[in-house]
């Protein structure tokens, strides 16, 4: 072998060892990054915006692979983990769905009922009440009397349901008023008593206009029988309910 046959060898020789360390190389700095980051898991992620209130459903939701060491304790890791979930806040659109995202939907305690209302939507329900609110139901009432062969109407709002729980709020529906005119309205579904049940329901079907007032939460407090009829001439007289508590539920 001559000497130019030995320094090719050589040069070759050289060539496998750079190789070879160039390759330990990467696949030191591959296992590296792989004890730092470790494995990954499935979590998932919001595909659109969603209200308050509203259900999560899994349509709005993408899997994403992260690494375990980087997903919170809460992230939602399984589906079955939203069924009967509710935002309890404005959900953005990208952001990891957490559990603390999340609550139940309410539900019906011993002696209630569900019940559905179409209330209109000129109450401002539409974007103001949600599922698991309280509300205070009112309804306008033209009440006629006779005295002395006279017959006289009184005009008189009374609270019909005091911390109605709303189970559910429905989409905006047109529907026709007695003249046949279109208006719109939000199908609103409550958990009642029997007892207040049948007091919405009278409302539904005989008062002149039904309002829905939000309660703040935490101020869910009993109103007295006393300031739940009003009237405009009680107002004046400075008794409000005017002996009227009777006329109505």
Known sequence: MNARQRRGILLLLASVLLAVGAFAGVLAVVNDVESKVGPESTAYELTTD?????????????????PERYIPDSAVTDLGQIEDQVAVGPLTEGSLLQSD???????LEPGQMEIAVM???STGVAGNIYPGASINMYAAFRIQQREGGEETETDVVRLMVNNAEVLEVGDLTEVEDEDDNA????PITFALSNTDAQRVTYAEAFAEQVRLALVAPGDEEEI????RTYTIIGDIVGAPN???DELVP
């Open 224 to 227: 007295p029988a006393e300031e």
């Open 50 to 66: 969603v209200d308050p209130y509203q259900e999560v459903t899994a349509d709005q939701l993408r899997e994403v692979s992260i």
């Open 101 to 107: 995202m999340l609550a139940d939907r309410p539900e």
């Open 183 to 186: 208006t719109e309205a939000v």
């Open 119 to 121: 209330i209109d939507a």
């Open 242 to 244: 005017a002996g009227l």
